[in-house]
Each structure stands twice: as structure tokens, then as C-alpha cells.
């Protein structure tokens, strides 16, 4: 199993700028997907962008196009969500997750829930107007 710690997260006026860590350690060699997705009060989990770890490509949800990069420090076993032009909207709880063995890129892409087995406890990002 994979062990994951997020921090990065606070309050920021929007337009501003926050970057989102998740530090993984355990049975790290069993994923080869990382993903970051959020859930805001009231409202259903999402996926906000996934890196594939063996390659290093990135997947993007609309939401976070443009504005959001993920990235990795291999060595470290850290992956980066940094996250621009904030919003409103963007105020929920962000959680750091690991995909299950199976997760190829294409699942990577999807970004489905269900398709990662380890999840941090989150780390609360508020942008206020």
C-alpha cells in the first residue's frame, strides 16, 4: 500500500497562486499513476489532473487546463499540483491519490476514482473573491 501526505493548501484572493505537495512513500513501485482531485461542500469528488509516473506524461480535467501543472520529483517520490489563476470555485478540499497496479495510462487519463487505491487525507485550498 502507498502512504500519501498532501500540504500546500490555504486561503488565497482570487487570481492568486498556491502549490499543492503529496509525498508518497510504501509500496511506491506498485503505481505507476498519481492523481490530484477535490471535492467542494456539497458536491461530488473530481479529478483535477494525473501524471503517469513511468513517462511523465500529464492529463488535464477542463477545470484545470491552463491553470493547473502537475509534475514529479522521482527521486523524492513528491508530486507538485501547482495551481494559477485561482478561483472561486476552485475552494474545495484537494486530495493526492495513487493509482491502483493495474492503471496504465490510458485509465491514468481518466481519471476515475475508483481506478486509485491509496488516497491522502487532504489539504484544504479556499480562494476567496
Known amino acids: 500500500r502507498v502512504q500519501l501526505v498532501e500540504s500546500g493548501g490555504g486561503s488565497v484572493q482570487a487570481g492568486g497562486s498556491l502549490r499543492l505537495s503529496c509525498a508518497a512513500s510504501g509500496d511506491i513501485y506498485m503505481t505507476h499513476c498519481m492523481g490530484w482531485f477535490r471535492q467542494g461542500v456539497g458536491k461530488e469528488r473530481e479529478g483535477v489532473a494525473s501524471i503517469y509516473t513511468s513517462g511523465g506524461r500529464t492529463y488535464y480535467t477542463d477545470s484545470a487546463k491552463g491553470r493547473f501543472t502537475i509534475s514529479q520529483v522521482k527521486a523524492n517520490n513528491i508530486v507538485y499540483l501547482q495551481m494559477t489563476s485561482l478561483k472561486s470555485e476552485d475552494t474545495a478540499m484537494y486530495y493526492c491519490?495513487?493509482?491502483?497496479?493495474?492503471?496504465?495510462?490510458?485509465?491514468?487519463?481518466?481519471?476515475?476514482?475508483?481506478?486509485?487505491?491509496?488516497w491522502g487525507q487532504g489539504t484544504q485550498v479556499t480562494v476567496s473573491s
Open positions: 491519490a495513487a493509482g491502483a497496479w493495474y492503471v496504465g495510462g490510458g485509465q491514468c487519463a481518466q481519471l476515475e476514482s475508483s481506478d486509485f487505491s491509496s
